[in-house]
C-alpha cells in the first residue's frame, strides 16, 4: 500500500531533462512538475511560468516561492528548504545550490 514518486534530473546532449516515475513504474517527461502533498497547487503554479524564458538562478527562486506558497503553516508541519540543480552552473552534476543563491531564492520566497 506505500508508494514513492521520484523526480528524476539529467542533461543528456547539452539539454535538460525532467521526469517522474510514479509508484505504478509509470513515468512522464515534464519541463515542470512536482510530487508530494500540494502537488497540483504547485502544478497550478508552475503552468503560469513561461519556464524556458527563466535563467536557471530565476527557476530556482520560483521554485522556492512555489513550496512557500503551498505550504498550509496551519496543518503542515514547519520545514527546512532544500535546493539542488542539475545545469551548467553545476557542470551538469546534481549539487546543492551555493549558500548565497540558496538565500536570495529564500529570502525571495518569503517577500511573495
Given amino acids: ?4 514518486s ?13 521526469y ?5 513504474g509509470m513515468f512522464y517527461a ?6 508530494g ?19 536557471v538562478k530565476e527557476l530556482i527562486k520560483e521554485a522556492a516561492k512555489i513550496i512557500y506558497t ?8 514547519t520545514f527546512e528548504l532544500d535546493l539542488s540543480w542539475v545545469g551548467s552552473e553545476s557542470e551538469n552534476l546534481h549539487q546543492l545550490v551555493p549558500k548565497a543563491v540558496h538565500t536570495e531564492a529564500e529570502d525571495f520566497a518569503k517577500r511573495a
Avoid: M, R
Wanted: charged letters at 30%; glycine letters at 8%.
Fill in 20 to 24: 517522474v516515475i510514479e509508484p505504478s
Fill in 37 to 55: 502533498k500540494a502537488k497540483q497547487n504547485a502544478k497550478t503554479e508552475l503552468e503560469q511560468l513561461k519556464l524556458k524564458d527563466l535563467t
Fill in 70 to 77: 503551498v505550504h498550509d503553516e496551519i496543518k503542515d508541519k
Fill in 6 to 18: 521520484i523526480l528524476l534530473g539529467s542533461v543528456e546532449n547539452g539539454e535538460p531533462n525532467l
Fill in 1 to 4: 500500500p506505500f508508494g514513492v
Fill in 30 to 35: 515534464y519541463e515542470g512538475c512536482a510530487i
